[in-house]
Structure formats: C-alpha cells, structure tokens
C-alpha cells in the first residue's frame, strides 16, 4: 500500500515562530488532506489539497503531486497550535476511500 | 453547522457488553467510514459504506458490525467488546462515493475504554 512519511517527528517552537511540516507519500494519491488533532483528540480539518495551494489565515500549504510531497506552513504560531499534525493521503488504487495517514508531527508551542 | 455527530464522546464498558456508538451527518453525504486510532498504529479504516445499504470491510473488520439504513447515520456496533478494542474512534462521511475523490469530514471522536 501507499506509504505516507511525515518530518519532523517533533517540533518545539517559541510562540510567534515560522515553520514547516513535510509529507512525503510513496505513491499518486487522489486525496490529502491536513489535519490539526488537538489535545482532546479531536481531528480538525485544515486543508483538502490534492495539488496547489492554499491559505487559511495563519496555515497555508502546498501540495507538488507530481513530486509527490506537500508542505504546510504555520506562520506566527500560537499556543494553541500546539497538538498533532496529520498529513492523509488517498490512493488512486482503492476503491473504498480510505485516508492512508502519516505517523504526525507533534508540535509544541511555548509561550 | 455541516458537522459529523458522534454518541457516546466517553465510553468505560466491561469485556461482553453490546455496545453501540452511533454517528450521523448532516450534509446528505453517501459515503461514511469508521476508524481507530490506536498509539504506534495510527489511524486504521474498520468499515465503510459507498451508501444505503451498501457496506463493506475496511483494515480491521474483526469484532465490529456496522450498518446502513438511512443515509444520515452509520452505527459502529461492538456485539462482544473486549480490551483490545479501547481505543479512540472517528466517524467520517465524504459527498458522492464515485468519481473523483472528495474532501472527508471527520467526527469528534468517541474514546472507549474496555475493562
């Protein structure tokens, strides 16, 4: 199956910092989507982007299908950006939709 | 609000107890999915439904039943829990199950312990 490999594992950052989250994804996907998983679990969509770019306030990203990666950019971070960020992808070769997701970013905010 | 709706948030059972976990959608989706969350496995599909009545297996079937009666719900249905099934459980629907992909909406998330 598709292998998706997110960098970094880890990210500890000062509040008001830039940064960049990676995905990278084994194979041609239909589907990848961003999503933040805040500390009470919940999985929060940011961006449904198969290819191109897109901005959300703070979050933009970029997804390069042809290179088979895409970025997402937290600008001027907050604390409350703190959580899991997971990158999903969906295979062209299955039928049944299912989001194939990377291991995550964990991201610290501090203050 | 389009939102994806789950029942119980919170669950804590004991080992054989039926149980249901209940999710439904507001945005005439036709196709729902379970998944589970579990720590160093990630996120892993249970079933899906392409629509009404339609359902199939997704990664890790065992142990579940789903089913599909009206187009708004899709009930996830533990006959006999037992302690490798607590785990954190999503509910998600996207518009249309053909033709191209479409962005998916994911629930809140039900977290079940089995004792």
């Known amino acids: 199956g598709i292998q998706v490999e997110q960098s970094p594992p880890d990210l500890i950052l000062q509040e008001g910092a830039n940064s960049t989250l990676r995905c990278n994804f084994s194979?041609?996907?239909?589907?990848l989507q961003w999503f933040h998983q805040n500390p009470w679990g919940q999985l929060i969509n940011l961006f449904y982007?198969?290819?191109g770019t897109k901005q959300n306030g703070r979050l933009s990203a970029t997804t390069v299908a042809t290179e088979r990666y895409s970025l997402l950019y937290i600008s001027s971070s907050q604390t409350t950006d703190s959580g899991v960020y997971f990158c999903?992808?969906?295979?062209?070769?299955?039928?049944?939709?299912?989001?194939?997701f990377g291991s995550g970013t964990r991201l610290q905010v501090q203050p | 609000e389009a939102q994806v709706t789950q029942n119980p948030r919170y669950l804590i059972t004991v080992t054989g107890k039926k149980l249901t976990v209940t999710c439904s959608q507001n945005?005439?989706?036709?196709?729902m999915s379970w998944y589970r969350q579990d720590p160093g496995l990630g996120l892993r599909q249970i079933y899906y439904?392409?629509?009404?009545?339609?359902?199939d297996k997704g990664d890790v079937p065992e142990g579940y039943k789903v089913s599909r009666k009206e187009k708004r719900n899709f009930p996830l249905i533990l006959e006999s829990p037992s302690p490798n099934q607590t785990s954190l459980y999503f509910c998600?629907?996207?518009?249309?199950?053909?033709?191209?992909?479409?962005?998916?909406?994911f629930g809140p998330g039900t977290r079940l312990t089995v004792t």
């Open positions: 439904s392409m629509n009404v009545e339609v359902t």
């Open positions: 999903a992808v969906g295979s062209m070769d299955t039928g049944r939709r299912a989001l194939t």
């Open positions: 945005m005439n989706h036709e196709y």
């Open positions: 998600a629907s996207s518009p249309r199950a053909g033709g191209p992909s479409y962005e998916q909406y």
């Open positions: 194979d041609s996907v239909n589907n």
């Open positions: 982007i198969p290819s």
